[in-house]
C-alpha cells in the first residue's frame, strides 16, 4: 500500500508537470519591444549599417532589459515582427518566444519564459519516478535470480526442461522494467542537472 501510494503521488507530478509543459503556451515580447512605425522608416531608409545599429541602440535604451556578449551589449532586430531583440528568437513553429530556451520534441512544445518553470519540474519528477521505479523493482530482480538459480539447479538434476517450467515473460518484464528505468535515470539525470547549471547562471541552451 505504502509503495502504491508514492508511486501514485509521483505519477500525478509527473502527468500534471508533463500536461503544463506541453501545453502551456510560450509568451510573445510585450508591445514596448516593438519598433514604432517612424522608428520602423528611420531604419529601413538608413542604408549605412552603422547609422542602423545607432538608431537600435537608441530605441534600446529606453528598454528595461539588455544582452551581453563577448564584444559587450548585442542588439539585433527581427524584420519579420520589428522586434528588438535581447533574448528572443524566432522559429516557424514557435513564432517569437520570450526567453527562449529550445524546442523540445518530448513535449513539442517552445521552452521558455512560460513554461520553463513546469518544464524544469517535468525533468525532476521523471528523475524521481524513474529512481522509484527502479529502486523497487530492484529487490524483485535480485530475489528472482537466485531464486531462478536454485530452480534452475533442481530441474537440471531432474533433467526437466528449465523453459516449460518457468515463467519466461515475469522475468523478461523485471529486466526490462529495471533497465529501462535505470537508463532514462542516467540520461535525465544528465539533463537535469545541465538545466540546473543553467538557472544557477541565468542562462538558457540558446
Not at 552603422?50 to 532586430?77: C, D, F, H, M
Not at 522586434?83 to 513564432?95: A, G, K, M, V, Y
Request: aromatic residues 20%.
Amino acid at each position: 500500500v505504502a509503495y502504491l501510494v508514492v508511486f501514485h503521488i509521483l505519477f500525478v507530478l509527473f502527468v500534471w508537470t508533463y500536461w503544463k509543459s506541453v501545453f502551456t503556451l510560450p509568451i510573445q515580447p510585450g508591445k514596448k519591444f516593438h519598433m514604432s512605425y517612424a522608428d520602423q522608416e528611420r531604419y529601413e531608409n538608413e542604408e549605412r549599417p552603422e547609422v542602423q545599429r545607432q538608431i537600435l541602440a537608441e530605441i534600446a535604451r529606453k528598454l528595461p532589459v539588455y544582452t551581453r556578449t563577448g564584444n559587450g551589449v548585442s542588439i539585433r532586430i527581427m524584420s519579420v515582427a520589428y522586434l528588438i531583440i535581447f533574448n528572443f528568437s524566432f522559429l516557424s513553429f514557435c513564432r517569437c518566444v520570450l526567453k527562449m530556451d529550445h524546442h523540445c520534441p518530448w513535449v513539442n512544445n517552445c521552452i521558455g519564459f512560460s513554461n520553463y518553470k513546469f518544464f524544469l519540474l517535468f525533468l525532476a519528477y521523471s528523475l524521481l519516478y524513474c529512481l522509484y521505479i527502479a529502486a523497487t523493482v530492484f529487490k524483485y530482480f535480485i530475489k528472482y535470480w537466485t531464486v531462478s538459480h536454485e530452480i534452475r539447479l533442481l530441474f537440471h538434476l531432474l533433467s526437466v526442461s528449465w523453459a516449460l517450467l518457468t515463467n519466461g515473460r515475469s522475468k523478461f518484464h523485471i529486466l526490462f522494467l529495471l533497465f529501462v528505468a535505470i537508463m532514462f535515470f542516467v540520461s535525465l539525470m544528465f539533463l537535469f542537472g545541465y538545466h540546473c547549471w543553467l538557472v544557477s547562471r541565468n542562462r538558457s541552451t540558446l
